[in-house]
């Protein structure tokens, strides 16, 4: 009779995390080896952490999932997946998503025995077929519960500090090569493909959502509507954090041409979230950032909704990445599909792609507006695009997308360069809607995000709400306003700024502030985060 294989299950967890992370990762290796450069020892020490930094979540992914009676069928079908889609990943190319799993669900007999080939069958049978055989034939060993669970903690606790413990190194390549090379998360086998199929089945599941109304008959009052036209244009920053604005007391001049202009500046204003797919679409929700949920907003009426159905014109100019479906229901112009060659390269557009035809698009409205220019702002790593060489006031500059490569000092200097360009794109709209005194015309500015630029150790944005640091979470909120469109609104003007000194605010206010200002009737607007209403005469 045949001895079987016995091991521990602290022993397998270790082994089948070692095995996955540096075998049935071959794709993943081969990735990093094309497209990271080694230019300083922080970059070694990238490389040097890269096996931790995969191996310890796996780690921790087996740790909760070898369990008796369980463990076997569950490690020998994620080894005959992650064997195959290694194979994928490695020979052919392919980086997996939710896109390539509808792919291949939506495959048929013929196109999927295309794929198959003596090298394919030879690679599942030494790194699939191999291993599967040894569990089948493997008996694992569990300690009594108590004493099980103790120690898996315990050795959970030594891999979540081991893995700490790179991060004040390492952080920096991390986050650079990470938003210079996106595509790299498809291929961290296994954890790829299961967020790849419960991606697509969420999907699905949202297809059949019920679409919340908030108010299906707003309106614009009696009184606005006897008034002159009415332009708002709403400009949504991009990483831009209130802590580099000279407006809010930073040493460097970096807004010279906004100084100048009659704004009101909006003192202590916290973001929703720090990454444009949850503060944009929170900014125009009626939820608060307490009850925001990004899969809710997509299947509920926000502010651009509501504006629209009140009777204003709704246009959405977009050069950022996408309004992440708060623009759908409304007119949308994508910037970049202009291909504007004074202001585009291949896949981006500077902003003053916003301002082409503005002056003359205003000449014409028809109708009460509100214009939302959604910039491209201060969007890192690669911060040396946002601006052009006129604005190359602070050097030296970080002129890469490897911010690795890059001094602290010249990272802050390419950062405060687009907040100078940034000024500059909102004085201009301030000057155009100055050119049309027979309407009353307003500009709200309101960042989604902060960024950090070295604090810490810390770089770029994106960290849970909860941990994130100021540079992260504070942003500039700028409001300037006609003498006609305070008139409109009976706004006094020094309690207006006096109030926006003193007070705290967060993008919880935009929803309600707009529909104030804009004299929209709706039962869902809420007076006391309408920043302006309490200082109406």
């Given at each position: 009779m045949i001895k079987r294989f016995k091991i521990s299950s602290t022993k397998l967890i270790l082994f089948m995390a070692l095995y996955f992370g540096l075998v049935l990762n071959f794709g993943f290796w081969q990735f990093i080896a094309a497209?990271?450069?080694?230019?300083?020892?922080?970059g070694y020490a990238f490389l040097l952490s890269l096996p931790f930094f995969l191996v310890i979540p796996l780690y921790i992914f087996f740790s909760l999932i070898t369990l008796p009676y369980v463990a076997k069928p569950l490690l020998m079908i994620l080894v005959a997946l992650s064997s195959i889609t290694n194979y994928a990943m490695f020979e052919l190319g392919i980086f997996i998503d939710a896109e390539?799993?509808?792919?291949?669900?939506?495959?048929n007999t013929r196109e999927a025995l295309d794929l198959v080939n003596l090298t394919s069958i030879l690679w599942f049978v030494i790194t699939g077929l191999f291993p599967i055989i040894l569990l089948l034939d493997m008996k694992i060993i569990y300690s009594p519960f108590k004493t099980e669970l103790l120690k898996r903690l315990k050795y959970i606790f030594l891999a979540l500090l081991m893995f700490l413990c790179f991060v004040p190194v390492s952080?920096?390549?991390?986050?650079?090569?990470?938003?210079?090379?996106?595509?790299?998360?498809?291929l961290v086998n296994t954890f790829n493909y299961i967020y790849a199929v419960s991606k697509h089945y969420k999907r699905q599941a949202e297809a059949s959502r019920?679409?919340?109304?908030?108010?299906?008959?707003?309106?614009?009052?009696?009184?606005?509507?006897?008034?002159?036209?009415?332009?708002?244009?709403?400009?949504?920053g991009e990483t831009a954090r209130a802590k580099n604005f000279s407006l809010y007391g930073y040493d460097r001049e970096t807004n010279p041409l906004l100084s100048k202009q009659d704004i009101i500046t909006f003192a202590e204003t916290s973001s929703c979230g720090t990454a444009t797919a949850v503060s944009l679409p929170c900014m125009f929700s009626l939820l608060d950032r307490k009850n925001f949920d990004v899969d809710d907003a997509k299947y509920m009426q926000n502010l651009m909704d509501l504006v629209k159905l009140s009777g204003y014109n709704a246009v959405w100019l977009e050069n950022d990445d996408g309004c992440k479906n708060v623009c759908h229901r409304v007119t949308l112009e994508d910037m970049v599909a202009t291909k504007n060659p004074k202001h585009c390269e291949k896949d981006f557009c500077r902003d003053e792609v916003l301002l082409e035809g503005l002056e003359e698009r205003i000449s014409k409205l028809n109708g009460n507006t509100v214009i939302v220019l959604h910039t491209m702002g201060s969007h890192g790593p690669t911060y040396y695009k946002r601006y052009t060489d006129d604005f190359k006031k602070f050097q030296p500059t970080c002129d890469g997308s490897d911010l690795q490569k890059c001094s602290r000092e010249e990272?802050?200097?390419t950062y405060d360069n687009t907040i100078l360009y940034t000024d500059f794109i909102l004085s201009s709209v301030i000057d155009i809607l100055k050119?049309?005194?027979?309407?009353e015309t307003g500009l709200i500015y309101m960042s989604d995000h902060g960024e950090s630029l070295g604090e810490n150790n810390l770089y770029l944005h994106g960290l849970?709400?909860?941990i994130a640091p100021d540079e992260q979470t504070k942003v500039p909120f700028l409001v300037w306003l006609s003498p006609q469109l305070k008139q409109a609104a009976n706004i006094d003007e020094v309690c207006l700024k006096n109030k926006a000194e003193q007070g705290t605010y967060s993008h919880d206010?935009?929803?309600?502030?707009?529909?104030?200002?804009?004299?929209?009737?709706?039962?869902?607007?809420?007076?006391?985060?309408?920043?302006?209403q309490n200082c109406r005469k």
């Amino acid at each position: 009779m045949i001895k079987r294989f016995k091991i521990s299950s602290t022993k397998l967890i270790l082994f089948m995390a070692l095995y996955f992370g540096l075998v049935l990762n071959f794709g993943f290796w081969q990735f990093i080896a094309a497209h990271f450069e080694i230019s300083s020892w922080a970059g070694y020490a990238f490389l040097l952490s890269l096996p931790f930094f995969l191996v310890i979540p796996l780690y921790i992914f087996f740790s909760l999932i070898t369990l008796p009676y369980v463990a076997k069928p569950l490690l020998m079908i994620l080894v005959a997946l992650s064997s195959i889609t290694n194979y994928a990943m490695f020979e052919l190319g392919i980086f997996i998503d939710a896109e390539m799993f509808r792919n291949i669900v939506e495959t048929n007999t013929r196109e999927a025995l295309d794929l198959v080939n003596l090298t394919s069958i030879l690679w599942f049978v030494i790194t699939g077929l191999f291993p599967i055989i040894l569990l089948l034939d493997m008996k694992i060993i569990y300690s009594p519960f108590k004493t099980e669970l103790l120690k898996r903690l315990k050795y959970i606790f030594l891999a979540l500090l081991m893995f700490l413990c790179f991060v004040p190194v390492s952080y920096k390549e991390y986050v650079s090569f990470g938003r210079n090379n996106r595509e790299v998360r498809k291929l961290v086998n296994t954890f790829n493909y299961i967020y790849a199929v419960s991606k697509h089945y969420k999907r699905q599941a949202e297809a059949s959502r019920h679409f919340i109304i908030l108010d299906d008959k707003p309106t614009i009052s009696q009184d606005a509507k006897a008034e002159p036209k009415k332009l708002l244009i709403l400009v949504v920053g991009e990483t831009a954090r209130a802590k580099n604005f000279s407006l809010y007391g930073y040493d460097r001049e970096t807004n010279p041409l906004l100084s100048k202009q009659d704004i009101i500046t909006f003192a202590e204003t916290s973001s929703c979230g720090t990454a444009t797919a949850v503060s944009l679409p929170c900014m125009f929700s009626l939820l608060d950032r307490k009850n925001f949920d990004v899969d809710d907003a997509k299947y509920m009426q926000n502010l651009m909704d509501l504006v629209k159905l009140s009777g204003y014109n709704a246009v959405w100019l977009e050069n950022d990445d996408g309004c992440k479906n708060v623009c759908h229901r409304v007119t949308l112009e994508d910037m970049v599909a202009t291909k504007n060659p004074k202001h585009c390269e291949k896949d981006f557009c500077r902003d003053e792609v916003l301002l082409e035809g503005l002056e003359e698009r205003i000449s014409k409205l028809n109708g009460n507006t509100v214009i939302v220019l959604h910039t491209m702002g201060s969007h890192g790593p690669t911060y040396y695009k946002r601006y052009t060489d006129d604005f190359k006031k602070f050097q030296p500059t970080c002129d890469g997308s490897d911010l690795q490569k890059c001094s602290r000092e010249e990272i802050i200097n390419t950062y405060d360069n687009t907040i100078l360009y940034t000024d500059f794109i909102l004085s201009s709209v301030i000057d155009i809607l100055k050119k049309f005194p027979q309407y009353e015309t307003g500009l709200i500015y309101m960042s989604d995000h902060g960024e950090s630029l070295g604090e810490n150790n810390l770089y770029l944005h994106g960290l849970p709400y909860a941990i994130a640091p100021d540079e992260q979470t504070k942003v500039p909120f700028l409001v300037w306003l006609s003498p006609q469109l305070k008139q409109a609104a009976n706004i006094d003007e020094v309690c207006l700024k006096n109030k926006a000194e003193q007070g705290t605010y967060s993008h919880d206010n935009l929803f309600h502030s707009v529909l104030g200002l804009l004299d929209i009737q709706t039962k869902v607007y809420n007076q006391k985060q309408d920043v302006f209403q309490n200082c109406r005469k």
